[in-house]
């Protein structure tokens, strides 16, 4: 991390923008204050660039929306509610919100929207310290009223008040620590992480689209060991996501098997890990995928007499749970079949590691995988986590054979693109049928010869679809 003075210099460069001089100039003409806030400040001393540029004023919405009509290229005030109006300038997406001085009953969590006065007054309503400063425009005067940039250079969240009066103005903002956790790699601050976890049950309070965004920002983050953790630790995985917590096994000293929670963790780390070599980089669906691969352990768990654990079947159980998960957190359906698709499928490598499969087998294999066969490819080797390195290496070789042999295969059939010999209107045609349940079961039928035998041909295909419809 920069020093301080490291730091105020990186923002000044940061600001060489003529953007930031016109916006603050057309403001301070027309007799108002205006400041740059939130992430890009915080992202500035970071050295990185914010994809967003967030300002506030002490303008109202409509006065902030005639200033800037005659220099904008773009505007809109579909956020003119709670004080925002858009615009656009060149390249560059800008935000201007009015001081905010919210009310909330802490009931609905629907705040009574009112403007403030004064900029100082606005950072204190911000969710941790580190997004509560600003640089006043056009002077550039950096304001931290709050001591952001200490916990910035700390590497802390904190609220710049109570954390109990800023949680219970917006539960959200429990979430958005550990976000923040898993994408700055921050800790929380002790006092704050206490109150998490004492007001964990109010994230209840929060839409479930709201809590679904801040999960895959979390998941999305460098660190989501580390937001993970703290959802977990403080009890509102409980509430979100309680197939995660529940990983936490109970064992006793007869039953002995690896701890699946800390598993899991590892797991998403791994599959990150090979999201370069398969080209997913940033992917949510693996990382969940990884995240939820076992959640099916817990309902499935046997003891075993002499001392083994089993879960059978917790790989079809899991993809039902994750799916029921998901729906519940209003993910789109594509992304709901795709995770669930690949926890289905995450064990079924393991068959071929111990003994190599037919061409038969790797077909059904790709079928399966379908569109999902890359990050299938990354969650199976991401779920190996054993310390033997013997065992660990055979895995590896096994599954670098099993993609080897796919290729081969591939480029010998073009698996990709795997279907019968002939079509459902060559079916039709040879056995002079209508669309019917008929033409299906035939298609089926020339669907398995293709994956047990590889290409046949028209003419095999259709004297073998003959044979079995006469039998039939």
């Not at 004023?57 to 956020?79: F, M, N, Q, R, Y």
């Not at 992480?193 to 839409?207: G, L, P, W």
């Not at 953790?229 to 403080?234: F, I, K, Q, T, Y």
């Amino acid at each position: 991390m920069q020093t301080v003075a490291e730091a105020i210099a990186n923002l000044e460069r940061s600001t060489e923008n003529l953007l930031f001089d016109l916006l603050g100039k057309i403001f301070q003409d027309a007799g108002h204050e205006l400041s740059l806030v939130g992430g890009p400040v915080r992202d500035a001393f970071l050295g990185r660039q914010a994809p967003d540029l967030d300002f506030t004023t002490s303008a109202t919405p409509d006065e902030t929306l005639a200033i800037l009509k005659p220099h904008v290229d773009a505007h809109w005030d579909i956020g003119r509610e709670f004080g925002t109006i858009g615009a656009r300038i060149g390249d560059d997406t800008i935000e201007i919100t009015t001081y905010r001085a919210d009310k909330y009953d802490h009931i609905t969590r629907k705040p009574q929207v009112a403007f403030g006065t004064n900029l100082e007054d606005d950072l204190f309503r911000r969710d941790f310290t580190v997004n509560a400063m600003a640089l006043r425009l056009p002077e550039k005067v950096f304001v931290d009223p709050f001591n952001g940039l200490r916990d910035l250079l700390a590497g802390v969240l904190r609220t710049p008040g109570k954390p109990q009066d800023s949680f219970g103005d917006d539960p959200l903002r429990m979430m958005r620590g550990a976000r923040f956790a898993s994408q700055l790699g921050f800790e929380i601050e002790p006092e704050t992480f206490q109150a998490m976890v004492d007001m964990a049950d109010k994230i209840e309070m929060i839409s479930a689209e709201r809590v679904q965004t801040e999960l895959v920002k979390l998941m999305l983050g460098k660190h989501p060991r580390a937001g993970l953790e703290a959802l977990v630790d403080s009890g509102i995985a409980a509430f979100v996501l309680p197939e995660l917590p529940a990983l936490k096994l109970e064992s006793d000293e007869h039953h002995h098997h690896k701890d699946v929670y800390q598993h899991t963790l590892t797991v998403v780390e791994q599959a990150i890990d090979y999201e370069r070599d398969y080209g997913l980089e940033g992917d949510f669906v693996l990382r969940f995928a990884a995240l939820l691969h076992d959640c099916g352990k817990p309902a499935t768990r046997k003891l075993e007499p002499g001392g083994a654990v089993s879960f059978y079947h917790h790989d079809v159980v899991g993809a039902k749970l994750a799916a029921k998960r998901m729906k519940a957190l209003r993910f789109d359906n594509d992304t709901t079949k795709a995770v669930a698709r690949l926890i289905e499928l995450h064990l079924r490598f393991f068959g071929y590691s111990d003994a190599a499969w037919t061409d038969s087998a790797i077909r059904r294999y790709v079928r399966d995988a379908g569109d999902q066969l890359l990050r299938l490819h990354a969650l199976t080797r991401a779920d190996v986590t054993t310390r033997n390195k013997r065992k660990a290496d055979r895995l590896a070789f096994a599954y670098d054979d099993l993609e080897r042999r796919i290729e081969q295969i591939s480029e010998q059939e073009q698996l990709d693109a795997l279907r019968p010999d002939l079509s459902g209107e060559d079916i039709m045609r040879i056995l002079d049928l209508k669309p019917s349940r008929e033409v299906g079961e035939a298609y089926k039928f020339l669907m398995e010869l293709r994956l047990e035998e590889g290409e046949l041909g028209a003419v095999e295909a259709e004297k073998r679809l003959l044979a079995w419809w006469k039998a039939r």
